[in-house]
């Protein structure tokens, strides 16, 4: 079995960018899913947000969650549970616009550092689309073009998750199985407590956690782009019986009134019987199918989207 791609950022301005980049490539192509070190984000700052994050669970959310397990009496699991999630979560929205002001109960010094962390993320995030750019052979900023859609802006938010310890982690996930709708997502979760996989070649891979790192996964929006060149990949939550599991994960996705649609200059490149095989689309009218049908196959979505696509306007970017 290939060992999960692990990328040392930092020297992608050094002699080795060649082979960074390589890297990076064959993450996209064969992985979905690669590990970030040296990506910039200072390791203290990240501490802090590891800190007040686990905080805020403890003092605001722990015993709610609780509360909830004890009222669907989910500690005594005899059936499999299908239906939900063992997961704390709450959700901060950045762009277009902040909605950090009306989140209860988070301190001041809490919401600054989250607004902090999400610049330092999206300022990531749109590095990386440029790097995946070069690697296909796409001007600079087509990603983020694609992405900014006629309003100007993606959307950029953040879910804040806690796996607390599960005592029948065969019965329930932490999160069932998924390919996420978006962009890119870049993930800074907890460094001792494991729990998510992926799927690969039909087997679940541990992503291993590593202190300070960052991991990025590419979402259905970069699958629809790229003509599939790149995949989103299904991974999942497993819980886990002790340890809480700290989770963020950043979705910079496009803009709710983007248009979504293959890269002309990939189909160009691609042999008759593979040209465009995917659809057009807005990217809210995929956002609304996707929440009803998360935790099924990506396929039908894209079929579904099909379906509809003639009624889209071309835009160009």
Known sequence: MATFPVIDYGKLNGEERAVIMDQIKDACENWGFFELLNHGIPHEFLDTVERLTKEHYKKCMEQRFKELVASKALEGLEAEVTDMDWESTFYLRHLPQSNMAEIPDLTDEYRKVMKEFALKLEKLAEELLDLLCENLGLEKGYLKKAFYGPKGSPTFGTKVSNYPPCPKPDKIKGLRAHTDAGGIILLFQDAKVSGLQLLKDGEWIDVPPMRHSIVINLG???????????????????AQTDGARMSIASFYNPGSEAVIYPAPSLIEKEAEEKKQIYPRF????????????????????????????????????
């Open 220 to 238: 259905d929006q970069l699958e629809v782009i790229t003509n599939g060149k790149y995949k989103s990949v299904e991974h999942r939550v497993i």
């Open 282 to 317: 807005v990217f809210e009218d995929y956002m609304k199918l996707y929440a009803a049908l998360k935790f099924q196959a990506k396929e039908p979505r894209f079929e579904a989207m099909k379906a509809v696509e003639t009624t889209v306007p071309v835009a160009t970017v």
